[in-house]
């Protein structure tokens, strides 16, 4: 619905600033409550906050295939090559690059914390112990770890994605024309085979 009402364009940088901008609040709503996310409130408002971030995430990689597609389609109407693969083994690439940088990041804030080697194994004998996750003090730099990863590094990669798409200069008008050129383009190589 949102692809017949809006410019591709337009809708993926929108829903990239308000998934970063719900990403950020994760983490701003921890600092503010850290012992109180189990409260009805506050867990209403992480479970809105969580499906903003989460549907722009979404709308985000749905809109990078459909865009992607137009790309290849303006190829093949400008050069008549349609590089399906390469451009999307770029795509491939990127999301194992992400998933790389986000692994090397985890690692990081999680040795900054101490929650490595002989850390882990504290954690689980107060575990163990009876100590509680949401109450004990010696959590507290877990704690914040946690919603660090699940917000900010997040919020930085979607506000981010709005600057490739500074240089992306394919509207919706253009690729309607274009895509019925290359249908036809393709009827036409079929009938001579």
């Not at 983490?27 to 969580?50: G, S, T």
């Not at 865009?67 to 390469?86: L, Q």
């Not at 919706?172 to 383009?185: E, F, G, L």
Request: charge should be positive.
């Amino acid at each position: 619905m949102l692809v017949k009402k809006f410019e591709k364009k337009k809708v993926y940088n929108i829903s990239s600033i308000a998934s970063g901008i719900a990403f950020a609040l994760i983490f701003v709503i921890y600092k503010l409550a850290p012992n109180k996310l189990d409260q009805p409130l506050w867990l209403a408002i992480c479970c809105v906050v969580f499906t903003i971030a989460a549907a722009g995430m979404g709308i985000v990689n749905v809109y990078q295939s459909v865009m992607i597609a137009d790309t290849i389609d303006y190829e093949e109407y400008e050069h008549g090559i349609r590089p399906d693969g390469v451009f999307f083994a770029g795509q491939s690439f990127c999301t194992k690059l992400n998933s790389g940088i986000a692994a090397l990041i985890q690692g990081i804030v999680y040795s900054v914390v101490g929650f490595s080697g002989e850390g882990v194994e504290k954690v689980n004998a107060l575990l163990e112990a009876g100590a509680s996750f949401k109450a004990d003090p010696a959590f507290e730099p877990y704690r914040m770890a946690m919603f660090f990863l699940c917000s900010i590094p997040p919020a930085i990669g979607m506000l981010l994605s709005v600057l490739p798409m500074l240089h992306y200069d394919l509207p919706d008008k253009n690729m309607q024309r274009c895509s019925k050129s290359c249908v036809s383009a393709a009827r036409r190589r079929r009938t001579r085979k």
